[in-house]
Nanobody
Framework: QVQLAESGGGSVQSGGSLRLYCAMS????????MGWFRQAPGKEREGVAASDSDGRTTYADSVKGRFTISQDNAKNTVYLQMNNLKPEDTAMYYC?????????????????????WGQGTQVTVSS
């Protein structure tokens, strides 16, 4: 059974930084895509960033240049470094894992490509 556990969320002021962590267990393949999504109150869940085992990455336009996703295949862990945070980044952030041997494609990650999800970690940015 695949399990994903996020951590690292919290409250920061505008312009601050946070680093999110996602540990995955129970995955039978050493190669997959990992993604970060977020959902603000009253809004749909949107893709933020994704990476694959070959090091390819993709980002939503709203976070390009501010967020960095990285994936440690040996530790089955994915990170999201968030810099220059803005109030509009406030949301519940979810980690997700794709199917074995998936590859990142350009553009914001799509929910349909990720069958495994964590419970989320809250990020709040105050102005």
């Amino acid at each position: 059974q695949v399990q994903l556990a996020e951590s690292g969320g919290g409250s920061v002021q505008s312009g601050g930084s946070l680093r999110l962590y996602c540990a995955m267990s129970g995955y039978t393949s050493s190669s997959t895509c990992m993604g970060w999504f977020r959902q603000a109150p009253g809004k749909e869940r949107e893709g933020v960033a994704a990476s694959d085992s070959d090091g390819r990455t993709t980002y939503a336009d709203s976070v390009k240049g501010r967020f960095t996703i990285s994936q440690d295949n040996a530790k089955n862990t994915v990170y999201l470094q968030m810099n220059n945070l803005k109030p509009e980044d406030t949301a519940m952030y979810y980690c997700a894992a794709g199917r074995p041997f998936c590859a990142v494609v350009e553009g914001p990650p799509k929910r349909s490509a990720f069958p495994y999800w964590g419970q989320g970690t809250q990020v709040t940015v105050s102005s």
